[in-house]
């Protein structure tokens, strides 16, 4: 049987693996930071009426600038933004890719701060970006000193920042990242996946975009917007940015039905955020309880709360899996992640990680 090492992959792609959250399907699923609220009904009917429209016309090209989505997702950011500044893709990790296929590649680096989003450092070998990485200070946190000396070092050609961080949930300043700017010529993207469970007036990079135009904000449907089965990241730039990654982009990349699903969505932008308040309340129940139970969550900005003091971070997973509830274990030593599911399932995983510790002591 031909194995991978017997085909003529590229150099640089042999040994790796490729993403491998666990696509288990199991009662209670908290593994991969989903919003677990279901879309509103009435939204949903909304969407299939746009989807069937969408449909008449199907045998068509789809619109290659998706106008109505940028013009919607321009709106939905503000920030004086429009559709100029506004880039959208299958997800955030393509919007990732198109920015290292346009400002990383082969010959040039990104530099990020582990432990930080998995796909990141997954999608710079994909698009043959040499990896660099720089530690974070206590708690998890990046300091405007500590970038600013990273990157005097290492002189990436880009600059990854996730804020708030996955899988740490920790926030990253716009002190921090206006200094990283102004200590590169290169890139400096900031992920903020998981922005609008941020508390009330905290930080965005968006508030940073006037005036550079080598910053990138990117964003993504899949977490607050309960869409990430429809596939839908995006970016605010600089206008020349966008121009930049229209060389990269493979043609007509966005479907019809997804932009049309996309659209759908966001004209609905307060039915679908309605569920984010309910999260961060679970989100805060679990920092509290988990503490009580003797373990040490990290302050979380996010969906998903980190937490150590694991004594068995595995036998910790497979015992809840076996009771039909999923978490993850995100490679660091004694520590693991769980979403901020609904009441419910925050329940149901709390009672269940209680008893065990029972068990285990």
């Known amino acids: 049987m031909t194995s991978l090492n017997d085909l003529p992959i590229r150099d640089d792609l042999r040994g790796l693996t490729p993403y491998g959250a666990p696509q288990k399907h199991v009662r209670v699923e908290l593994n991969v930071n989903e919003n677990t609220h279901p879309v509103p009904e009435t939204v949903i009917d909304d969407i299939m009426v746009r989807v069937r429209d969408a449909l008449t016309s199907i045998n068509r090209y789809p619109d290659r600038e998706f106008t109505p989505l940028r013009d919607a997702l321009a709106t939905y950011l503000g ?4 559709r100029d500044n506004i880039w959208a893709a299958n997800g955030s990790n393509e919007v990732i890719q198109h920015t290292l296929q346009a400002f990383g590649g082969p010959g040039r680096s990104v530099l990020a701060f582990p432990p930080t989003y998995s796909m990141h450092k997954i ?12 530690e974070r200070g ?32 920790t926030p990253v300043s716009n002190a921090t990242i206006a200094a990283a700017y102004d200590a590169t010529d290169g890139m400096v993207f900031v992920d903020e996946a998981y922005a609008e469970f941020a508390p009330a007036g905290s930080d965005t990079a968006l508030d940073l975009l006037e005036g550079r135009p080598r910053l990138i904000v990117s964003r993504t449907m899949s977490k607050a917007f309960a869409f990430a089965g429809a ?14 990654l229209r060389l990269v982009r493979l043609p007509y990349h966005l479907s019809a ?49 980190l937490f150590g003091n694991v004594a068995n971070p595995q036998q ?22 769980v979403t901020a599911g609904t009441e419910q399932e925050t ?15």
């Open 79 to 82: 920030h004086g933004l429009s």
């Open 123 to 134: 999608i710079a070998a994909g698009s043959g970006t040499q990896w660099l990485t720089a």
């Open 138 to 169: 206590p708690g998890f946190e990046i300091t405007p000193e500590l970038a600013v000396a990273a990157i005097e070092s290492q002189r990436p050609d880009v600059i990854f920042f996730c804020t708030p961080n996955n899988p740490t949930g």
């Open 231 to 244: 596939r839908v990241g995006y970016l605010a730039a600089d206008p020349a940015v966008v121009d930049a």
């Open 257 to 305: 039905l997804t932009q049309a699903a996309a659209v759908g969505a966001l004209a609905h932008t307060p039915e679908m955020l309605g569920m984010v308040d309910d999260i961060k309340v679970q989100r805060d129940r679990l920092e509290r309880e988990l503490a009580g139970l003797g373990f040490t969550p990290y302050p979380s900005a996010a969906n998903f709360v």
């Open 316 to 337: 910790v997973f497979d015992d809840l899996l076996a009771q039909g509830i999923i978490i993850r274990d995100v490679g660091i030593g004694h520590h693991l992640r």
């Open 347 to 361: 329940t149901e995983f709390l009672s269940a990680l209680s008893a065990l510790e029972a068990t285990l002591a």
